[in-house]
């Protein structure tokens, strides 16, 4: 499984939102790929990915994908970012 973590430069809350998604995978006892991406690459990369995950500001420039796309409220609660992946996951 492919997640894209998406944040607007790709380098600092994305990252955050990655280290909690791959520790809420571990959670749940799930193996993933999970990459910390910016918003202009990560229209590209979610094409061969199964969910990004990302801010309400950004959806709408993530433009029209397929790969469904979860918004996450606050990126370093990692209650919600479990929540938001289980039910991305449909778990």
Known sequence: MKIIAVCGMGIGT???LKMNIDQALDNLGLEGDV????ISSARG????????MTSAELV????DIDTPVIVVDNF??????????????EL
């Open 14 to 16: 994305s990252v955050l």
């Open 35 to 38: 990459e910390a991406a910016d």
């Open 45 to 52: 990369a979610a094409a061969s990915a199964d969910l990004v």
């Open 60 to 63: 709408e420039q993530l433009g």
């Open 76 to 89: 370093v609660d990692q209650a919600e970012v479990q929540e938001k992946l289980q039910q991305g996951l």
